[in-house]
């Protein structure tokens, strides 16, 4: 395996974030922020608690997966679909370098790029509301493959879009209608029997399900359950990436 190969992929992406910092780290905590602010405020006055836990405190994993997901795909789509956009993918597959390379040097920059500002958001959290932490194995396995597993979303997105509109299509109309109805800011327990039935349906229950239950240990699903679906997410976004690898699939559109 080239590691030096990885490496450069991965450094020049990490590098792109520094440059824009503004627009990669401090806008997204603005906006948790805001999410504290407005949610706290005009919601928790009236929910007190939820299974429990303060509502300001119970909302604080989904804000975290809202966050990690759009991060994640953005970074994960925006990394490949740039070099396609400029023409510079050629020289990425002239190089020596094998498609796995490529994959794990964009991916994995994507990857960071999301647990760093995920793991800010935490903290910053820690400034409005009291934050435990049950489960810290468990959170931060729940952190790193939906990490994974979204960013590799992203990738195959950034291969797909033919267009600007197109890259941006499923991380702003999709992703956060999902995440919004995905008990992100509710228990789906709280919902008559016919939506609790609709809700199980939406894949991103299962990811801020777990995730919460790794914070405080209550869930709208069974752990065990959240975990094997986030698996079967990540297996099915590999298998895809390496048809797409495979047939050579719109990587010199």
């Excluded at 793991?119 to 194995?137: C, G, K, M, S």
């Excluded at 990490?147 to 890259?167: D, K, P, R, V, Y």
């Excluded at 240990?217 to 679906?229: C, T």
Aim: hydrophobic share 55%; aromatic share 16%.
């Amino acid at each position: 395996m080239n590691v030096e190969a990885i490496k450069s992929i991965y450094f020049f992406e990490m590098a792109r974030t520094r440059r824009t910092l503004l627009q990669s780290v401090i806008s997204p905590v603005i906006s948790t922020s805001l999410y504290f602010i407005v949610f706290g405020a005009a919601v928790g006055s009236r929910i007190q608690e939820v299974e429990g836990v303060s509502y300001g405190a119970f909302i604080t994993p989904g804000l975290i997966m809202l966050t990690l997901l759009g991060q994640c795909i953005s970074n994960g789509s925006f990394g490949i679909y740039f070099p396609k956009f400029t023409g510079t993918i050629y020289e990425v597959l002239s190089a020596p370098v094998a498609m796995t390379e490529i994959l794990l040097g964009y991916v994995g920059a994507a990857a960071t790029k999301g647990m760093i500002i995920g793991f800010i958001i935490l903290l910053t959290a820690n400034l409005f509301v009291d934050v435990r932490i049950e489960h810290p194995f468990m959170m931060v396995l729940f952190f790193l493959l939906t990490a994974i597993t979204f960013s590799l979303f992203g990738f195959m997105i950034g291969i797909w879009a033919g267009n600007f509109e197109q890259l941006n299509l499923i991380p702003m109309l999709v992703v956060p209608p999902l995440t919004f109805l995905g008990g992100s800011f509710y228990s789906v327990n709280m919902l008559p029997p016919f939506w609790q039935g609709v809700s199980h349906l939406n894949p991103v229950l299962y990811l801020v399900s777990g995730f919460r239950w790794s914070f405080y240990g209550i869930a709208d699903v069974n752990p065990a359950i959240s975990l094997a679906m986030i698996t079967v997410f990540l297996a099915i976004c590999l298998g895809t990436l390496a048809w797409i690898f495979k047939t050579g699939y719109r990587l010199r559109n």
